[in-house]
């Protein structure tokens, strides 16, 4: 999970936790001396276990457990730049067919930039980035579409009291994560984080639109562009670990008895389901 809000699912809760963390550290630890004060660290770092890796609704690991982590480094002029990533199998399962093409691809490799200031007031952080996507694979077929996608976006943080979040629009300038003709893409997403002041509590909310451009509608082919939304609950323990649970889903299509997002077994990926992640950031 990285700062920038990769809707990871558990990535808002996770980078509300961080702040919060941060924030209950300062109240506890600060000198009375402000001159004692060392400066904040320019690099993050975070690692995180959770149960079922999902991606704007997705699961990327087959409803199994990853293991994800990544680090930032955030100058003071605003300009960042970082790397996250994650175990998957989505990539070997959508190309293997059964293990018939032996298509491996473990790992999702995230790389970004972008610049992020509070341009309209405290509280209000402006934000402009590109991600680069990679799927190292082995094994793919020369008929697949290369499931790499760098995408562009601009991100509006917002604070009113306990309550912060952002408003995001993504947009792919490359085929978009193995569709064909799909440039031009895009995810516009809200993201809410409630912080209770009780325990340690947060409540998370999210509500995105993928669009996946350049698709024909195909007579029993459904509709890859699709809704998912999340509820969830995250438990800042201090010194940088966060406990997040979720309840995620999406209206994603069915076509007869094919799911446009489906498991080797036939399950829909973009099933309804709870899930249980746990981070901790340096």
Same mark, same amino acid.
């Given at each position: 999970?990285?700062?920038?809000?990769?809707?990871?699912?558990?990535?808002?809760?996770?980078?509300?936790?961080?702040?919060?963390?941060?924030?209950?550290?300062?109240?506890?630890?600060?000198?009375?001396?402000?001159?004692?004060?060392?400066?904040?660290?320019?690099?993050?770092?975070?690692?995180?276990?959770?149960?079922?890796?999902? /991606?704007?609704?997705?699961?990327?690991?087959?409803?199994?457990?990853?293991?994800?982590?990544?680090?930032?480094?955030?100058?003071?002029?605003?300009?960042?730049?970082?790397?996250?990533?994650?175990?998957?199998?989505?990539?070997?399962?959508?190309?293997?067919?059964?293990?018939?093409?032996?298509?491996?691809?473990?790992?999702?490799?995230?790389?970004?930039?972008?610049?992020?200031?509070?341009?309209?007031?405290?509280?209000?952080?402006?934000?402009?980035?590109?991600?680069?996507?990679?799927?190292?694979?082995?094994?793919?077929?020369?008929?697949?579409?290369?499931?790499?996608?760098?995408?562009? /976006?601009?991100?509006?943080? /917002?604070?009113?009291?306990?309550?912060?979040?952002?408003?995001?629009?993504?947009?792919?300038?490359?085929?978009?994560?193995?569709?064909?003709?799909?440039?031009?893409?895009? /995810?516009?997403?809200?993201?809410?984080?409630?912080?209770?002041?009780?325990?340690?509590?947060?409540?998370?909310?999210?509500?995105?639109?993928?669009?996946?451009?350049?698709?024909?509608?195909?007579?029993?082919?459904?509709?890859?562009?699709?809704?998912?939304?999340?509820?969830?609950?995250?438990?800042?323990?201090?010194?940088?670990?966060?406990?997040?649970?979720?309840?995620?889903?999406?209206?994603?299509?069915?076509?007869?008895?094919?799911?446009?997002?489906?498991?080797?077994?036939?399950?829909?990926?973009?099933?309804?389901?709870?899930?249980?992640?746990?981070?901790?950031?340096?």
């Amino acid at each position: 999970m990285k700062k920038l809000y990769k809707t990871a699912i558990s990535a808002a809760a996770v980078v509300l936790l961080a702040g919060l963390a941060s924030a209950s550290a300062f109240a506890a630890d600060t000198p009375e001396n402000p001159e004692d004060a060392a400066a904040p660290s320019p690099i993050a770092a975070n690692v995180t276990v959770v149960s079922d890796y999902r /991606y704007r609704g997705i699961s990327q690991t087959n409803f199994k457990p990853a293991i994800q982590g990544g680090f930032d480094y955030a100058h003071e002029s605003g300009f960042y730049i970082g790397n996250w990533n994650s175990s998957i199998s989505w990539v070997s399962d959508a190309n293997s067919a059964g293990g018939k093409n032996n298509v491996s691809a473990p790992v999702e490799m995230d790389f970004y930039a972008g610049f992020k200031k509070e341009l309209i007031g405290e509280g209000f952080a402006s934000d402009l980035g590109v991600l680069q996507y990679y799927y190292p694979t082995t094994g793919m077929p020369s008929s697949a579409t290369n499931p790499n996608t760098t995408e562009i /976006y601009a991100a509006q943080n /917002y604070t009113f009291g306990p309550v912060a979040g952002f408003v995001k629009f993504s947009y792919a300038v490359t085929n978009t994560f193995g569709y064909s003709n799909s440039s031009g893409s895009y /995810y516009p997403d809200l993201t809410a984080n409630y912080d209770t002041g009780i325990w340690g509590l947060a409540v998370n909310a999210h509500v995105g639109y993928q669009k996946i451009a350049g698709q024909n509608v195909v007579a029993g082919v459904p509709t890859a562009s699709y809704t998912d939304w999340k509820l969830g609950l995250t438990k800042d323990f201090g010194g940088g670990l966060a406990l997040a649970a979720a309840y995620i889903g999406t209206n994603a299509a069915k076509s007869g008895s094919t799911y446009a997002y489906q498991s080797p077994s036939g399950k829909n990926l973009g099933g309804s389901t709870g899930i249980v992640s746990l981070t901790k950031t340096f």
